[in-house]
């Protein structure tokens, strides 16, 4: 069984990342410039900008944080995405999900500039990434698709299967599987009414967790010698750690690994890398390689 160090591959790409931008600064091009816009204050959203605002300082771009209280009106909200589509010094902006209730998580995505949503999650970017077109592609599925390349797991006939078919995970994960220039696997979807679900994932050769229930992906649900990539972020409570809890994933790791050829572990796998694409995607925008 060979671990899947996201962390380490993380800080691979973000050193070969920082290396190209430093090129582009001495060519006299300028730092790529990513706008990160948070609502609230919820303890996850705050950590994952945090983070993705010292993964900018890493690969050496520019980073501005835009932060509105949880009364701020949609209106407002939806101003703010118009002023940085318009804002020639930004290449990329993401808002953090989720949003308060009353503002439309999607109404938000949609205003957003498709050539500036580094996070992948605009209608044109999820239907160009859907037929095969360069475009900016969502965090973790490209994470986890890079990891797999990183890591030479040979993907094409392979039969893959998705857990979770949220439109940021599961679905755009199982079209690159399914995509000929990417996973060129045979791909079986699974969610909460899918039935047989554990003789599917028996018979995976790559089993990619994303459902948010800890532990639920046990031994006898999994192949010997099957790859298996755990998603899932799910906070329990922990009286051993400072925070008060801990990350777990929805693979039972301690049973499963054994089994496996190849298993990402929780904390270390995909999360680093999800920050991590963001990050491309960003070097993407300031080099304008998508959209011109
Ligand atoms: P989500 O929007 O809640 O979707 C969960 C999916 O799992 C749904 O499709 C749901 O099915 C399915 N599901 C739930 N319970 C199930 C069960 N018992 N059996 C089969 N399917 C079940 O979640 P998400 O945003 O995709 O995130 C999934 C997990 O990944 C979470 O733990 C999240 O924190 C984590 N995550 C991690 C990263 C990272 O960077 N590491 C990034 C994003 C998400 P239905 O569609 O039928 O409801």
């Known amino acids: ?47 994952y900008v945090k983070n993705k605002v010292k993964a900018c300082e890493e690969c050496g771009f520019r980073s501005t944080l835009v932060r509105y209280e949880e009364d701020v009106t949609e209106e407002e909200l939806l101003d703010c995405v118009r002023r940085l589509n318009e804002d020639d010094t930004v290449d990329g902006f993401i808002v953090q999900l989720p949003l308060p209730p009353h503002i439309s998580e ?47 797991i040979v993907t094409s006939g392979k039969k893959c299967v998705v857990l979770g078919r949220s439109n940021i995970v599961g679905k755009p994960m199982a079209q690159l599987m399914m995509q000929k220039d990417y996973g060129d696997a045979t791909v079986t979807v699974c969610h909460s009414h899918s039935r047989d679900l554990k003789e599917e994932c028996r018979a995976a050769d790559i089993l990619i967790a994303a459902i948010g229930r800890p ?4 031994a006898d649900m999994v192949k010997n010698g099957a790859v298996v990539i755990d998603v899932g972020t799910t906070r329990v409570p922990d009286a051993s750690r400072k925070s008060g809890y801990r990350l777990s994933g929805d693979v039972d790791f301690e049973n499963v690994a054994s089994r496996c050829s190849y298993i990402s572990p929780v904390p270390g796998g995909v999360g680093p890398m999800t920050i991590c694409m963001l990050m491309l995607n960003t070097l993407a925008a300031g080099k304008k390689e998508y959209y011109g």
């Open 1 to 47: 069984m060979q671990l899947i160090d996201g962390k380490a591959t993380a800080a691979a790409i973000k050193a070969e990342i920082a290396g190209e931008v430093e090129q582009m600064v001495s060519a006299g091009g300028r730092r790529p410039h990513l706008a990160a816009v948070l609502v609230g204050h919820d303890g996850g959203s705050e950590t």
């Open 215 to 218: 532990g639920f992906v046990t």
């Open 106 to 152: 999607q109404k938000v995505i949609e205003t957003i500039d498709y050539r500036k949503d580094v996070d992948g999650f605009h209608p044109v970017n999820v239907g160009r990434m859907a037929i095969g077109l360069p475009c900016y592609i969502s965090a973790t599925p490209k994470g986890i698709l890079e990891l797999l390349r990183r890591y030479g």
